[in-house]
T-cell receptor, first 115, second 115 residues
């Protein structure tokens, strides 16, 4: 079935450094790839998304790249700040025959930004 | 504007009891999704609603789980005869459209503990 693999599971960086989180997906029909940030005790927050007709999208310090041929996409955070510390989830929209838009999530990356 | 709301925020119940979890989506969002997040795990899709109908129930783990949506708005997830393995955070998300590419916005979740 549909599967999304996410790496690394934990990532520790110094404040000001960049952080990169990578995901691969199995369903070649997937065409929507959101990223979520989840802080302790809260629901996931949509921070950026990309559709399959675009190779890269940027929003201030965060950017996402997509390689449809290789079926992987990445989240890039530049100039990291302590408030970026959280769990980040990638997801892919598993279209299938029902086209429901349900999301298949990666296992999450715990990002720690050290001051 | 108001985001997705869920109630209760926390629920402790005894094994064998029934529980009801409520989700109030963003006004005007026709698509509604339920996900489950077990401790330290990613998010697992449960069920999808478009309006009041549920075209995709493929993620419900057993027949003890059911959900309904009335008036195209509020949804209730019911777990009958709860088991300890049902302990998790139950998250609801809503989207303006169901087709892949519509951003899903999550509520804060209901933390369920089955003793």
């Amino acid at each position: 079935g549909e599967n999304v693999e996410q790496h690394p599971s934990t990532l520790s960086v110094q404040e000001g450094d960049s952080a990169v989180i990578k995901c691969t997906y199995s369903d070649s029909a997937s065409n929507y790839f959101p990223w979520y940030k989840q802080e302790l005790g809260k629901g996931p927050q949509l921070i950026i998304d990309i559709r399959s007709n675009v190779g890269e999208k940027k929003d201030q310090r965060i950017a996402v790249t997509l390689n449809k041929t290789a079926k992987h996409f990445s989240l890039h955070i530049t100039e990291t700040q302590p408030e970026d510390s959280a769990v980040y989830f990638c997801a892919a929209s598993g279209i299938g025959s029902s086209n429901t838009g349900k999301l298949i999530f990666g296992q999450g990356t715990t990002l720690q930004v050290k001051p | 504007g108001a985001g997705v709301s869920q109630s209760p925020s926390n629920k402790v119940t005894e094994k064998g009891k029934d529980v009801e979890l409520r989700c109030d989506p963003i006004s005007g969002h026709t698509a509604l999704y339920w996900y489950r997040q077990s401790l330290g795990q990613g998010l697992e899709f449960l069920i999808y609603f478009q309006g009041n109908s549920a075209p995709d129930k493929s993620g419900l783990p057993s027949d003890r789980f059911s959900a309904e949506r009335t008036g195209g708005s509020v949804s209730t997830l019911t777990i009958q005869r709860t088991q300890q393995e049902d302990s998790a955070v139950y998250l609801c998300a809503s989207s303006l459209e169901s087709l892949a590419g519509g951003g899903q916005y999550f509520g804060p979740g209901t933390r369920l503990l089955v003793l």
